[in-house]
């Protein structure tokens, strides 16, 4: 199975449409333990994608992915800015070609993963979008991703206890919330998933 430019747009767009929907939700579970307002971050940055891909449609999935780390990264506010924005612009150096196999879809995002890893100095079990990323290409690389994985993968953030970012400062109290970062880690995941029945 081979992943196009159209493919590229249609992931990208996806995942756009899912946070601009569920933004009010994302802010909410951020007011519980973060500064409350990753889905308006997000929301405003993903809009702007959107904009921007009907604009300068890239010419292939490579640009497809710089755009979308440029974007977030200039455009989405707070930490998930950079986080988001490094995770793209990872998968875009990662990748060389105007399509992508599967494995080298997942060497985008393992790619993605480390971009996310360095840029937040976190690592999987810290409550954070790594904690969703992390099992979601496990998955991948098994050829078993499902929308039970993903969801799966979300639901345990909800007994970590934050060990970084703003919801590390709660401590113990950050456990029995969902991370708003891991959310939206999901909805990506989910829209790649998406594609994947489009296809």
Same mark, same amino acid.
């Given at each position: 199975m081979t992943y196009n430019l159209k493919w590229a747009i249609g992931w990208l767009t996806d995942f756009s449409d899912r946070v601009i929907q569920n933004n009010q939700l994302l802010s909410d579970l &951020?007011?519980?333990?973060g500064d409350g &307002?990753? !889905?308006i971050n997000m929301a405003r940055g993903l809009t702007e994608l959107k904009k921007t891909l009907a604009e300068k449609e890239p010419t292939n999935v490579k640009?497809?992915?710089? #755009?979308? !780390?440029?974007t977030i990264l200039s455009k989405v506010g707070g930490a998930? !800015?950079?986080l988001y924005g490094s995770a793209f612009l990872a998968m875009s150096k990662a990748t060389e070609a105007g399509t992508l196999t599967q494995a080298k879809l997942i060497e985008a995002l393992e790619a993605g993963l480390d971009g996310i890893e360095h840029r937040g100095k976190s690592h999987a079990g810290e409550k954070t979008m790594i904690d969703v990323w992390e099992p979601v290409i496990h998955a991948l690389r098994q050829d078993e991703? #499902?929308?039970d994985v993903i969801e799966a993968s979300l639901q345990k953030t909800k007994d970590l206890k934050a060990t970084?970012?703003?919801a590390a400062y709660l401590g113990d109290r950050s456990i029995g919330?969902? &991370?708003p970062g891991a959310y939206s880690s999901a909805l990506l995941f989910q829209a790649?998933?998406?594609q994947e029945e489009l296809k």
């Open positions: &951020d007011q519980a333990i &307002d990753h !889905g640009e497809a992915f710089k #755009t979308a !780390g440029m998930s !800015g950079p991703l #499902t929308g970084k970012g703003r919330h969902l &991370d790649l998933l998406a």
